[in-house]
């Protein structure tokens, strides 16, 4: 059994990971910014704890993480205002890498997306901008950390039944379920190859745990 905890607990692909975890026998602790979501965040079986990532500092979130075996970063503004994207998907997410590191859990798994790179190429008059500078500097971050990382980059996310299958070669960036993707998360946890590895990938043929074991790059 395995002690994880999950920012961005009440997510759509948080509330598809939770589950999964959970029935393999992980703890899960789920941190939700609403104290109105905790009731669907334990329906999952994970333990919802309420702390806003925006106001915690490295220790506070510190606090949070010692005890745990994994950390997934899947939080995020959604969108809308570049000062909370950057205060939410950047500077928590950098705080939280730092607070990992003092707190002795060195496994940090960073929900991304498919284009993230500093060269993500996106015009800064594009409302996309400020999420595509704050992903790359967050991924960034973490990989220049001694932490045990996994940079996990899905393509356009759909609510598509899961497959289980996953393609990691493509150039191009596609479809993937949201379902796909929590179990992605999952088999990233379970499997010590891809640590510090970047895996990019859409809904194809290959069985998940196939596919991050032997493409990841």
């Known amino acids: 059994m395995a002690r994880i905890i999950l920012f961005g607990g009440h997510g759509r692909i948080a509330l598809l990971t939770e589950p999964l975890l959970v029935e393999r026998g992980d703890h899960v602790t789920a941190v939700i910014r609403n104290p109105d979501h905790a ?15 925006e106001q915690l500092d490295e220790h506070q979130l510190a606090e949070l993480i010692v005890g745990h075996d994994a950390v997934v970063w899947s939080a995020g503004a959604g969108g809308g205002d570049p000062e909370r994207t950057r205060a939410v998907d950047q500077d928590a997410a950098i705080r939280t890498m730092t607070a990992a590191a003092y707190a002795g859990v060195p496994r940090f798994v960073m929900v991304s997306y498919f284009g993230a790179s500093l060269d993500h190429g996106v015009p800064e008059d594009n409302s996309f ?3 595509a500078q704050a992903k790359a500097a967050a991924d960034e971050h973490l990989r220049s950390t001694e932490l045990e990382w996994t940079v996990l980059g899905p393509g356009t996310l759909t609510h598509d039944e899961g497959t289980g299958l996953i393609d990691t070669t493509a150039r191009a960036s596609a479809t993937v379920s949201r379902a796909n993707v929590a179990s992605v998360i999952a088999e990233t946890l379970a499997d010590p190859a891809t640590v510090r590895r970047t895996i990019r990938f859409i809904d194809g043929d290959t069985p998940i745990a196939d596919a991050i074991s032997g493409a990841a790059t």
Do not use: M
Request: no cysteine.
């Open 39 to 53: 009731a669907e965040v334990a329906a999952t079986g994970a333990t919802p704890h309420v702390g806003d990532i």
């Open 129 to 131: 901008f400020a999420y």
